[in-house]
């Protein structure tokens, strides 16, 4: 008994030993761990092990003194704008974590290519995970949704979208020190009655997908043997209500479908199909140059699309739609297909969190030129969910004048403003988007008509006459239009913001402050969207293209810059996404390379891929 007993305190002597070995070397491996987890995992024999270590402690405290806790950074949503600031961002610095319902990024300007095949939805979408996937030790993401912001408490409170946890419901809360709100939005239906219950949207890929199988369903259905010529006519009636970028494409997505593919299926039932565009205003695509909306009108005419404009659509029932306009009235036709394109809206979390923080009776949330939201020092929005509110001069004019005036005299020299000029163009970009359209070549161009004939020589004004020259100058300012265009800069900037901000509080490298209680620079410079050009395909192998400098471009050889740009996204991997280039791009080019030329024709867009992007709603 008395040797068991001693083999037993050999033993334990031992395993103490081989237990203070095992903490030593784990506290170097993982420093950051408790010497009580430790003690737990070594005693599991059934023995006691005791084991003090002070010293470890204290450089386990010191440890964590020297390696201070990230700052941690909520990004909600996984659209242009979101996608675009994880891309850019630098996780090491900050502790990230994303929440999105939908756990992929969608190349949302071919979506309506998707509606009839000519590309599959496989291939616009990219996981988000997969995106992250050199970041993901430091990016947790949640596929949830975001039912309300607490601006007071720093969180936000979530909603599973997949699941429920042990509670017996979904929901959760995430806490934060910086926010990103990139939501993007919801469609607007303007109230009107019937649009939810019978009308298809075209804003996310399940979208795309329904209308897909209701196209082929409505073909279906026409071609039963007791359906009438009359009841055909309205099957294969679609109506695309909205004559923007995403209702045209569509409409001539589906112009191609039939004339390329549904007439070979269905001949019997070809010639009672009918589409037609339902625009409130005067033409379709407004934002378009003139001459675009007019080449693209002619040639939807030519190809059999109505395009009704002026009309205004005020209700939709499951087979007629109401529309009514100043000259004829109230007109009801019937439809077997509506897809419903007039315009987007603001998801119900956005309109809560702008009535906490006093931003009523506004469609988006507003941000300052650094696209902070207004009042809330540490929540930023980007995307479709925001609009950035450029501050006017003539608000500021004053402040303005007296910075500049450093010697306090009551007048300003032209040396005086050309000092503060940087600065104030930075701050207030109409000032030189103003004097561009003048054709003014610089600040004395500007202020020759306010000052009087006695200060012409010595090109001196007071405070009035400074005023007189910037009066016309807010004219220049202009809202951003929410495309994905816009999204992806803002993600980009903001991102760059975010990896040099402990940099920029040193060395700011923004403008001047001119309001506000702070002194000396603004720590960035502010937001500049730089419009690269918009894209509008219109069927038929035709496109129309508006790209900087006034160069408009329609037609056959504008198709050529949709296609190369899509094949450069097809073969750089750009953004993620991997298009089919073996169908869609390669069935674009096939008909076309046995033209003469065809290769100074290619080298000529691809120089010109530079400048092609996509304006898509």
């Known amino acids: 008994m008395a040797e068991t007993e001693e083999r037993r305190m050999g033993f334990f002597f031992f395993a103490s030993r081989a237990a203070a070995r095992f903490l030593g070397e784990a506290r170097i491996i993982h420093p950051g761990v408790s010497t009580a987890a430790l003690l737990v995992a070594a005693a599991s024999g059934g023995g006691l092990v005791a084991y003090a270590d002070s010293a470890g402690e204290n450089a ?61 939805a496989r291939s616009i979408v990219e996981p988000i995970r997969k995106m992250l996937e050199k970041k993901r030790k430091d990016v947790a993401f949640y596929e949830a949704e975001c039912f309300k912001i607490d601006a007071s408490k720093k969180a936000v409170h979530c909603r599973s979208a997949v699941g429920t946890n042990f509670d017996g419901n979904g929901d959760f809360m995430v806490d934060y020190d910086y926010l990103v709100v990139a939501l993007g939005a919801t469609v607007n239906t303007f109230n009107t009655p019937g649009v939810m219950e019978n009308c298809y949207f075209l804003k996310e890929v399940e979208d795309a997908q329904k209308i897909r199988r209701n196209v082929i369903d409505c073909f279906e259905k026409a071609s039963l043997p007791n359906i009438s010529e009359e009841e055909k006519r309205k099957i294969l009636h679609f109506v695309i209500i909205g004559g923007g970028p995403t209702g045209v494409e ?12 549904l007439v070979k299926l269905y001949p019997a039932i070809q010639d009672f199909v009918k589409i037609t565009i339902i625009q409130s205003g005067e033409h379709i695509l407004n934002m378009f140059d003139q001459r675009i909306a007019t080449f693209a009108e002619m040639k939807f005419q030519r190809d059999g699309i109505e395009v ?26 019937p439809y077997g297909m509506a897809v419903w394109s007039a315009g987007i809206g603001t998801r119900p979390v956005i309109m809560d969190f702008m009535q906490q923080i006093g931003q009523t009776n506004r469609r988006v949330l507003a941000t300052n030129e650094w696209l902070r939201v207004h009042e809330c020092d540490n929540i930023y929005a980007i995307g479709d969910c925001a609009s950035i509110t450029q501050r006017k001069i003539m608000d500021d004019i004053s402040t303005v004048f007296k910075m500049a005036d450093k010697d306090n005299s009551g007048t300003l020299t032209l040396k005086e403003i050309n000092d503060v000029l940087e600065d104030i163009c930075i701050r207030y970009p109409q000032v030189e988007l103003y004097m561009k359209s003048m054709h003014m070549l610089d600040i004395r161009d500007l202020i020759k008509d306010a000052i009087g004939d006695s200060h012409k020589e010595s090109m001196v004004v007071n405070i009035e006459e400074f005023k007189k020259a910037l009066s016309h100058v807010d004219s220049q300012v202009k809202s951003i239009p929410a495309t994905a265009q816009v999204a992806a800069q803002q993600g980009h900037y903001l991102a760059e913001c975010f990896n040099k901000m402990d940099q920029c509080k040193e060395h700011p490298e923004g403008p001047l402050r001119m309001t506000g209680t702070g002194s000396g620079r603004h720590n960035f410079r502010p937001f500049r969207y730089k419009h690269l050009g918009q894209f509008a395909p219109l069927g038929g192998e035709q496109a129309a293209a508006e790209l900087p400098g006034d160069w408009v471009s329609m037609g056959h050889s504008t198709q050529w810059l949709w296609y ?3 094949s450069e996204l097809a073969h750089t991997d750009a ?43």
């Open 564 to 566: 190369s740009q899509t």
């Open 60 to 120: 386990s405290s010191e440890t964590s003194q020297e390696a201070p806790r990230k700052k941690k950074v909520v990004v909600l949503g996984t659209g242009w704008a979101g996608t675009s600031f994880l891309k850019d961002l630098d996780c090491s610095k900050y502790e990230v974590k994303v929440i999105s319902p939908r756990n992929y990024f969608a190349f949302t300007p071919l979506l309506p290519s998707v509606t009839c095949g000519t590309v599959e």
């Open 250 to 261: 569509f409409a001539a997505e589906m112009h191609d479908f039939l004339v390329e593919d």
């Open 575 to 617: 953004g993620g996404i991997r298009l089919d280039s073996e169908v869609h791009i390669w069935e674009g080019f096939k008909p076309n390379l046995a033209l003469p030329n065809a290769a100074s024709f290619l080298v000529e867009i691809t120089l010109l891929n530079n400048f092609v992007v996509f304006g898509c709603v």
């Open 308 to 333: 009704n404009t002026g009309f205004r659509v005020v209700k939709v029932s499951d087979d007629l739609i109401t529309m009514k306009s100043k000259s004829l009235g109230e007109v009801s036709v």
